[in-house]
């Protein structure tokens, strides 16, 4: 039988207000403490001591190791998309549009945007769980007491090596989508390579080439940080662990999209007015 007395109503009202009050206070915590993290990683750049040694060690663990799967999808993404397009230019004798379309989808569009997703889905939940596995165990407690900033040799140097190695990635990953786009079309629109390739080529501009290679700098800070923030932020020991490799590629992946819909809008400006 529900409850009609006024002051167990009142209470209930205000225990809802006050979680719907104490969430919000926690995620504007989360996007401060997410801040104030990726602007002191960011400024760790221009001040020593440098940890080359991890940059490289990151480098390789992001860059090499990400690109079996960086080019095995790019081939099929380019491929799929001339399947995609060619059974509509076929309709109006305009196959060698194909080559035009699949250019400027993989440059601008896609190229980036799945690359980005990929690295994330690999790497920032490896970092997530590695930096997480390291504060369980104490280890990040202990280099403080060394007196080594954490920020400054664990967060940094992945923020330096997913930032230089995304956009080669991404240019992987476009070349092998035009290569899985021409075989696709040679083998059946029958479409001669010249012409596949003068017209992929001849159709980008200056200004695609910075927003498809722009965009993955951004990308490459974002995945780094938010995995860096959630293995930093681990709370309920190997448990919690798993919760922030799964909140960071999560997370990741929705600032990748968020973020991409603003970029392609700027960019898009900015090749009307500067490039």
């Known amino acids: ?42 400024a760790c750049l221009f001040s020593p001591p440098y940890y080359m040694s991890d940059v490289l060690e990151q480098m390789d663990i992001i860059g090499v190791g990400s690109l079996p799967i960086v080019l095995l999808t790019g081939f099929f993404i380019g491929a799929v998309m001339v399947l995609q397009t060619a059974a509509q230019f076929e309709r109006f004798g305009q196959t060698a549009l194909t080559a035009d379309v699949v250019s400027l989808a993989l440059v601008r569009e896609l190229g980036p945007s799945i690359t980005g997703l990929l690295v994330a889905g690999r ?26 900033d954490p920020i400054r040799k664990l967060v940094t140097p992945r923020v330096i090596a997913t930032t230089l190695m995304l956009p080669l990635l991404t240019a992987l990953a476009d070349l092998l989508g035009l290569i899985g786009g021409y075989l696709v079309s040679a083998f059946t629109l ?46 309920g020991g190997t448990q919690g662990v798993g919760r922030a490799t799964t ?11 968020i973020s991409n819909f603003f970029l392609t809008k700027l960019m898009l400006f900015l090749a009307g007015h500067v490039f």
Request: charged fraction near 15%; aromatic fraction near 6%.
């Open 1 to 42: 039988m529900a409850t009609t007395d006024p002051k167990i109503l009142e209470s209930s009202q205000i225990s809802v207000a006050d979680a719907i009050s104490g969430g919000l206070k926690r995620r504007l915590l989360h996007v401060q403490e997410y801040t104030l993290l990726s602007a002191r990683s960011i």
């Open 247 to 257: 909140q960071a590629v999560v997370t990741s992946s929705v600032f990748i999209l």
């Open 190 to 235: 029958r479409l001669n390579a010249v012409t596949f390739w003068t017209r992929a080529l001849d159709i980008l501009e200056f200004s695609d080439l910075m927003q498809g290679l722009s965009k993955p700098i951004i990308f490459g800070i974002i995945l780094s940080t938010v995995g860096c923030y959630q293995g930093l932020n681990v709370k």
């Open 123 to 148: 790497n920032s939940s490896g970092i997530a769980s590695e930096l997480g596995s390291m504060l369980v165990t104490e280890q990040v407690d202990a280099m403080r007491a060394m007196g080594t």
